[in-house]
C-alpha cells in the first residue's frame, strides 16, 4: 500500500531531521525537504487512476471537460502552493511562505474568471426569462 510507504518515508525523515537538527540544521532541512519530494512524486503515481475513473464519470454525465479541467488546475495550484508554502515555513521563511499562498489563491481566482462569467451570463438568462 503506497500510502504506509509515504506515511513511514515521512516519518523516519521526520525523526532523522530531529536528530540532526543540533548539530547540522542545515543538513535537517535538506533531509526534510528530499523526503518531501520524494513522498510527493510516490502519491503523484497514483493520479492517473484518479484522473482516469473521473473521466470516465465525467463523459458518462454529459458534463463539459472544460469545468473539470479548470478544477484539476486549480487542485495542483492548491498543492503545490501547500507543499511549497509547507516547505518554506519549514525553513523559516514564513514570509515567503504567505506570500506563496496568496499567489496561489490570486492564481486560482484568475483562472476562475471564465467560469464566474459564465456564471453570470446562465444567472442573467434565468432572471430575463
Known sequence: MEIVKIAAVCLI???????????NRDLAVLLSISA???AAFMAVD???????GISGIISGAGINGGYIAIAF??????????????????????????????????AISLMCLP???????????????
Do not use: N
Not at 497514483?46 to 482516469?52: D, L
Not at 488546475?73 to 504567505?98: M, V
Open 13 to 23: 525523515a521526520a525523526v532523522l531531521a530531529k536528530v540532526i537538527q543540533p548539530t
Open 36 to 38: 518531501v519530494i520524494f
Open 46 to 52: 497514483g493520479i492517473s487512476e484518479v484522473f482516469s
Open 73 to 106: 488546475r486549480a487542485l495542483g495550484i492548491c498543492y503545490i502552493c501547500e507543499l511549497c508554502s509547507s516547505s518554506c515555513r519549514d525553513c523559516g521563511e514564513t514570509a515567503l511562505g504567505s506570500v506563496l499562498d496568496i499567489s496561489g489563491r490570486v
Open 115 to 129: 467560469l464566474l462569467r459564465e456564471f453570470l451570463e446562465v444567472v442573467k438568462s434565468v432572471l430575463e426569462r
